[in-house]
């Protein structure tokens, strides 16, 4: 792997080796820029990935760790925030796209103009993105054949255009996918296979999935996850151009007197300070991160945070919304082998005013556990026995007889859920830590209520002999982190442009979940990458152009 | 340990007991990574050296009385239970490694348990020594308390996690429910992939 000192002024420093950063380090190496990564977490091996439920579930190991990086949290601004773990995300090389499922949806065209089709709605920011579906739709393809995605395509009335088949056939289904599909056909609606991050085949030197069945929070120990460390990491590292620099924990972004940026100041893993030069920055730290790192990166020009002259940074956070319900069946689904899910269906995907409220969603058929332990002390129903013969018999019959539908929906933007520095507590590092201020919007619960009594229907129609739904409650922790840095053309309502540079900051850009306008449907990552690839394509442009490394500062309106 | 630190992670057990099937909110993110892998390798010495296991924490009076609660949130029927797993052993490697600040809550509850016990059946001597419906008729009427909860997760967590920490011996938790570690797979994978019909 390239090296590159500090001291050097390299084309691009990239903040997070995310699903954005890694797509990012990707492109903008391969056209042959000097490109360091800093990544705060460690850089793991196929071999570090266990099938540990345990550790996993009682360790940071794949993510943030509160005890090191605490955030508070309170629903509204009158209220005193408390130390709550409301906020996670990836930390390590690859970020969240080594522990997430893999689901990889893409956005639909209404996604993109949904206050145009539906107008506005009072109390939020709802509004439109400044790009389209068809802006977006050849970086969704180039995303799924970078990283490598298994699927079917054309089998939804419901899917949005593609230019491109998936490259690689969808997963084999399970059980709970034939039953989510018996009844959803059932009922008339249309089931079809869940796109998977997950190779099916063997796909550019890397294996195919050896159905383990420890994919959801888990990582891959053969690579055949299609994180960012298993495919557009190595890649970027084999252009020779490329440095990912773990153990790196920025607190700043640091601006010149024209507000250029000049590079970035972090701690190196034994917490000396270092400032890494570079011509241009690219922030892909995560929805909650890179919001809080903007509002740290304070100075004279920018007293109140880096590309936050109109102080929306931080502001329009979306959570995304989830409900579930469970069903219990006949035979054995064992569905502790192989991937989370297999089908799903979109037929609920658009609004609909007849329902009286603002949402959409999608539902899939899943095991729904993380393993034993996970189905032991959340699997079972509200009047199953919680101890004694009962228990143990309850468990031992319905372990491998139990699935779930799992549903994934829309949260509206609202100016009053952000990001923000929380004045009190203060990380491992001295920094202040990250302040959540949280209330979810009325439709966010009417759309989870929906999507539950659906679920029930689905398991009902599917011949479930015993059925229940977890009660929808306020979304109050999430690792979809989104619309922190909002896009937009107009610099007084929005943070970045249209592809992903900081309307205040020439030489800024900042690209991941912070970006979205609204929260599509709660399966951010594949748009995250196809977001970074169309980002890093213009920033190519401009770059070779020489118009990105000369621009002076734009003075914002 | 500071204020903010012991504080967040009271907030990450709790999302441990009412941890979600969706994975979204299902962290809790509560220890110290040295401490569980101390836990592992406790086991591994005990189980390799062939000696039984010492206490860390528990006298072997209190680990009794443990072991016979454990034994009632998962009993011996027709096939082993807690105490046949050794899950005592668990509770007392995560109560010394990467539990500690649970001991306290332990010892308390240790009190109370011999104080219900008393006050049921004055004859009796300890919980562990009275019979199987005398003990079910105690636990129930401390099941709604946070000292049960607290042996009631231990014992379940232990009881179905990698035997490698002491408490699924022989894989006995995983045999129970029909989990297999052979961690790779073809399908089918279950009864109803087996004889789907692509339509």
Redesign the interface.
Known sequence: MRKFSPATQVDFVIIGSGAAGGAMAKELSASGFEVVVLEQGPRLEDRDFKHDELKIRNTPALVNDHALQPNTFRKTAQEKAQLAPTISYGRCVGGGTVHYTGSQWRLHEIDFIERSRWGAIKGTGFADWPITYADLEPFYVKAEYEFGVSGTSGGSPFDPARSKPYPLPPMPIKSAGVLFERGCRKLELHPIPVPSAILSQPYQGRQACNHCGFCEWYGCERGAKSSSLASVIPAAEKTGHCEIRTGSYVREISVDKNGRVTGVIYFDSRKQEVFQKAKAVVLCANGSESPRLLLLSKSKLFPDGLANSNGLVGKYLMLGGTASASGIFDEPLNEFKSVMATRAIEDFYDSDAKRGFYGGGRIDGRWGFMGPIGYALGGLPPDAPLWGTGYKNFVKENFNRTMTCQSYMTSLPLETNNITLDPDVKDAWGLAAMRVTYKEHPDGLKVKQYFLERSLEILEAAGAKKKWGNPVRETTSSGHLMGTCRMGNDPKTSVVDKFNRAHDVPNLFIVDGSSFVTSGRNHPTCTIEALAFRAADNIVTSAKSGGLFQRSAVKSA | MDK??S???G??RR???T???????????????PG?LAAQEHAHTVAESGRPATFGFFSPDQAVEIESVAA????K?D?P?AREAGTIYFIDRALTT?DQDKQAAYTQGLKDLSAKTSDLFPDADKFSGLNSAQQ?RI?TTI?KTPFFAQV??HT??G????PE?GGNHEKI??N????E?K?????P?????RE?KQN
């Open positions: 903010n630190q504080k967040t992670q907030h990450s999302s441990m007991l941890a979600s099937i969706s994975g979204l909110s299902s962290i809790w993110l509560a220890t110290h990574w569980i009632q949130i998962i009993p029927d096939s239970g990467f079910v636990l099941e009631r997760l379940i967590v009881f179905f996690a990698n920490y938790g995983w129970l429910i029909g989990f570690d961690f790779a797979w073809e399908p994978f279950g009864h109803y992939d789907y």
